[in-house]
T-cell receptor, first 115, second 112 residues
Framework: SQTIHQWPATLVQPVGSPLSLECTVE??????LYWYRQAAGRGLQLLFY??????ISSEVPQNLSASRPQDRQFILSSKKLLLSDSGFYLC??????????????FGPGTRLTVT | QKEVEQNSGPLSVPEGAIASLNCTYS??????FFWYRQYSGKSPELIMS????GDKEDGRFTAQLNKASQYVSLLIRDSQPSDSATYLC????????????FGAGTRLAVHP
């Protein structure tokens, strides 16, 4: 079965500090990978998605970036955090199918507080 | 108009009743529809998927899809306090990749 991991689970960082969040998926090959952010009491905002190693597409302009150095590893980064970067960061994966099923499965998330 | 709309709630139902959660979407060519459950402080969990018009049942959950009306719903029979959560509707946006558009969610409260 497939498992998705995220770390750290919680993070408190000062404004202007760098950020690195990691996501790994087990039990599948060539998954589509996604980073979402959920602000308190708000919906899910898609930040980045990736269909393969080194292939990153950005959905929203911001001070965040993403990388996919390995097939099942997805990293979210920032050089300088803003207060508005606080939120619940979720990594998700979906099977690399075409047509039909497009379900996504979420990791446990990282709760980031920028102070 | 939002691409996926849900009533934010809270929807309050007594234990044992049927909870009915609704979702409308704007992209007529959408093909896949999903319901996620999100407990407070946790990540969303996929509970139902539906692709064809009509009903799909899984245990106490029934998803209903009406593509002509661009409407998808989730029924929860015999609601339990453990069903209290936010329910997110997600719709596949037909494009060159697998992208889901999420509604803001409906908060369900089941009271004993």
């Amino acid at each position: 079965s497939q498992t998705i991991h995220q770390w750290p689970a919680t993070l408190v960082q000062p404004v202007g500090s760098p950020l690195s969040l990691e996501c790994t998926v087990e039990g599948t090959s060539n998954p589509n990978l996604y980073w979402y952010r959920q602000a308190a009491g708000r919906g899910l905002q898609l930040l980045f998605y990736s269909v393969g190693i080194g292939q990153i597409s950005s959905e929203v302009p911001q001070n965040l970036s993403a990388s996919r150095p390995q097939d099942r590893q997805f990293i979210l980064s920032s050089k300088k955090l803003l207060l508005s970067d606080s939120g619940f960061y979720l990594c998700a994966w979906s099977p690399p199918r075409t047509g039909g099923l497009y379900e996504q499965y979420f990791g446990p998330g990282t709760r980031l507080t920028v102070t | 108009q939002k691409e996926v709309e849900q009533n934010s709630g809270p929807l309050s139902v007594p234990e044992g009743a049927i909870a009915s959660l609704n979702c409308t979407y704007s992209d007529r060519v959408s093909q896949s529809f999903f319901w996620y459950r999100q407990y407070s402080g946790k990540s969303p969990e996929l509970i139902m998927s539906i692709y064809s018009n009509g009903d799909k049942e899984d245990g106490r959950f029934t998803a209903q899809l009406n593509k002509a009306s661009q409407y998808v719903s989730l029924l929860i029979r015999d609601s339990q306090p453990s069903d209290s959560a936010t329910y997110l509707c997600a719709v596949n946006k037909k494009s060159g990749y697998n992208k889901l558009i999420f509604g803001a969610g409906t908060r369900l409260a089941v009271h004993p």
